[in-house]
DNA sequence: TCGTTAACTGTATAAAAATACAGTTAACGG
DNA sequence: CCGTTAACTGTATTTTTATACAGTTAACGA
């Protein structure tokens, strides 16, 4: 994402303030009075500017038609992560499928949502087109399942690690572990697992 | 807090799906379009009872100036369901074990989350201890997983009905289908499986 | 049977809000 | 030195939006 001038953070800090407290976004004449701007189109193209770096979108031909873009609100829900490319990284743009109202606290600090591919997690009752919630901690523990990285491919495994040697298990007999020695190999953990979320997909 | 009728509980709910996934309140006349109103002023009058009883605030002069009263707010969440005694209704207070922070909207209209016991649907990815968002919809279309009450009994299995003959499939080799004959048996229904939610459980 | 309330229809209108267009000034980078 | 960008001023003009006023219908309780 696009860095901010001071100026533009100051003013996208008082809109998440704004909402938080008010209920609902400021208007251009709002944000005007505020910063004592003697044009509302200061207002506006400050909005523009926000809105091209990504940091909130906004609703045309509609009052206070502001909403701040994931992750940079309070709770608005996770993101949805889909197919990630090789060499992408997991959050980029182009893998977003979008969003989903998830209470964070629901487990135990996710993260991200990401969309199951294959059934090499069946048998661990991870199916193709769950949704995983993944927290980023890159400190698993034997046992625990996670997303990795492996020659840039994305993968999700039951985590094992001995000294330098990592395996990483599908649960289910038609595939076989993934073996990584981390002195020669690269490996990238992304995160872990802390939660599966399934929603239609039982027909 | 005075109670809402029926109507105006729908209209609260919808305000607050809406400042959810748009992130602002809606207008009178969004509220009008959505509900099929041919006069704004029934929104108006609307969000002036709901002002009047408390739920929210309204702020005049302003566009969208609609405020949730506190408390109101998130969603108490669903109500978890566990082990259901048999002959007991299934949102008996003995078998609640708490609520948990899940939106609504999440899943299709879940009503309850039900913690899953034994092992019967394990192929279609459901475990022990997996909580299943269900719908109190009494109308399960074949290969639906239902929540069904055999002889006093709940049991989650795939619908298949044949006329008067239902069969409750399980998906795990191990377990029998139960065959109901509805004309000699008894069989409810307590809802439609339309969600999973797995938190923990993987160690 | 009558008053009250919920739940609307129908019509207007003033105020609030978005947003276009035309400039200015100062800082920064090549 | 020149083009670009941030950060504005100033003015106008539609759209949106809130909201008033005047009714109607059906249900409910006293």
Redesign the interface.
């Known amino acids: 994402m696009e860095e901010l001038s001071p100026r533009q953070k100051e003013i996208f800090q008082w809109i998440r303030e704004r909402?938080a407290t008010?209920?609902?976004?400021p208007?251009r004449a709002e944000l005007q009075a505020s910063f004592g701007f003697r044009s509302p189109n200061a207002a506006e193209s400050h909005l523009r500017t926000l809105a091209r770096k990504g940091y909130l979108f906004l609703?045309e031909g509609t009052?206070?038609?502001?909403?701040?873009a994931a992750g940079t609100?309070e709770a608005?829900g996770l993101p949805v992560v889909g197919r990630v490319a090789a060499g992408q990284p997991i959050l980029a743009e182009t893998a977003m499928e979008g969003f989903?109202?998830?209470?964070r606290?629901?487990?135990?600090g996710a993260d991200f949502l990401l969309r199951v591919q294959g059934m090499s997690m069946?048998d661990?009752?991870?199916?193709e087109g769950?949704l995983l919630?993944v927290s980023r901690r890159k400190d698993p523990?034997n046992?625990?399942?996670v997303v990795a990285r492996v020659d840039n491919e994305v993968t999700v495994k039951r985590w094992h690690q001995d000294g330098h040697q990592v395996s990483l298990m599908p649960e289910n007999p038609d595939f076989r572990p993934i073996m990584v020695d981390l002195r020669t190999q690269s490996l990238e953990i992304e995160g872990t697992?802390?939660?599966?979320?399934?929603?239609?997909g039982?027909?």
Chains 1, 2 share one sequence.
Do not use: C, W
């Not at 008010?22 to 976004?25: I, S, V, Y």
């Not at 606290?105 to 135990?108: D, G, H, T």
């Not at 661990?124 to 199916?127: F, M, R, T």
């Open positions: 909402i008010t209920g609902f976004p208007t609703q009052a206070r038609g502001i909403r701040l609100g608005a989903l109202p998830v209470d606290e629901l487990f135990a069946r661990a009752g991870i199916l769950d919630a523990r046992g625990q399942i697992v802390v939660g599966l979320l399934r929603t239609g039982f027909l």
